[in-house]
């Protein structure tokens, strides 16, 4: 093990990820209770830059944390947690300083999920810092699927943000090495999915009512909890069957279903709660119309909030932002909503 004792920078890019089929549920180690697919953003993601420094502690790590130029505590100690979650598998971090500083590419408050690309940012920094202290580099393929374990710990959709395109973290008879520690790119894509695009339109950019954490632990005791979880099994057998078929309708149904299901299972809790707004219906409704009405194959989803995912193939591009600019941005707040589109994963800045 080198004692650099020198100040050395790594800096990541990773990008936000949106389910199609959604994890809700939780059990002892970050482990899902049902298998998850997401497909990865591009516009939206975090930049995380660490320096690092090791060997003049032995108390660490010791963390500065900075988000958008300014010290945020709450990031700060949410992060301090996690490290001693991990802290005997990582027994470098005892002798570690850093001094991290971490942007988003979309507004803070666009209501867009940030703990993914947050999280799997600042994780990738870690291992880098790691493997240059300790002076081990593993390939590629070992390295993100370290990355993508850590950073589920971390949090569970940060799993899926390591790899570009359609990503699955769970187990699945249909694909081959699938695990509930790690995420594994989906390969088997028609080329009809191979540009789908995501538009984001921001009905709200306040906090949630609950956050994703509470909302996973309120599946324990969910009177739906065995039922949903058998579904979400059938419903992912389904979205791979989908993904490589091309079956463009078929997704459209599947993916509105799994949306209206995670949001169902938060309004049937003990306590039950709503995070949609009347603008989340209004524009569901007019996407669905505009669908039946043009043949257009766009289809919405939700993540835990309010704001409406809408996915499309880019060659309906053009009709599908003048759709957004006619029927659905003034249901959006301050008119906002965020073009986005399918991305390749993580880029390592220095
Ligand atoms: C509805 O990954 O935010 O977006 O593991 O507690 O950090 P923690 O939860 P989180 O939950 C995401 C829930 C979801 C669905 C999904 O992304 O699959």
């Known amino acids: ?65 900075r988000f958008q130029g300014k010290h945020d505590e709450i990031f700060a100690a949410r992060l301090m947690h996690y490290l001693d979650d991990i802290s005997s598998e990582k027994p470098f971090l005892r002798n570690l300083e850093m001094k991290v500083s971490s942007s988003n590419s979309f507004p803070h408050s666009a209501g867009v999920a940030s703990s993914a690309s947050s999280m799997s940012a600042f994780v990738l920094c870690m291992l880098v810092a790691e493997s240059e202290i300790i002076g081990v580099e593993k390939d590629e393929e070992e390295f993100l699927k370290e990355a993508s374990s850590f950073s589920r710990l971390a949090s569970g959709s940060a799993a899926r943000s390591l790899y570009g395109g359609f990503v699955i973290w769970g187990e699945s008879a249909f694909i081959p090495h699938s695990s509930s520690k790690y995420a594994l790119p989906v390969t088997e894509v028609s080329p009809v999915f191979r540009t789908y695009r995501d538009a984001v339109m921001i009905v709200s ?80 409704d007019r996407i669905r119309e505009y669908r039946e009405k043009s043949g257009v194959p766009l289809a919405f989803t939700l993540d835990a909030g309010p704001n409406v995912h809408i996915l499309y193939p880019e060659e309906d591009k053009e009709e599908v932002i003048y ?12 008119k906002k909503w965020i073009d986005d589109e399918m991305g390749t994963g993580p880029e390592r800045l220095i």
């Open 1 to 65: 093990m080198s004692s650099s004792q020198t100040w050395k920078k790594v800096a990541w890019r990773s990008p936000s990820n949106i389910a199609l089929i959604k994890y809700w549920g939780k059990y002892g180690r970050q482990l899902p209770r049902n298998p998850s697919i997401s497909m990865t953003l591009k516009n939206c993601y975090t930049e995380t830059e660490m320096e690092y420094r090791f060997g003049n502690v032995s108390n660490g790590p010791v963390l500065d944390f």
């Open 323 to 334: 759709f957004i600019k006619h029927q659905l941005k003034d249901l959006c707040e301050n």
């Open 205 to 284: 950019s306040k906090k949630k009512t609950m956050a994703s954490t509470r909302g996973h632990k309120l599946m324990e005791d969910h009177p739906f909890a065995q039922e949903r979880y058998g579904q979400a099994r059938v419903n992912l057998s389904r979205m791979i069957e989908i993904l490589r078929n091309g079956d463009q309708m078929g997704f459209a149904e599947l993916l509105e279903h799994e949306a209206l299901t995670l949001h169902s299972l938060m309004m049937s809790s003990i306590p039950g709660y709503i995070e949609i707004k009347a603008n989340t219906i209004n524009i569901i």
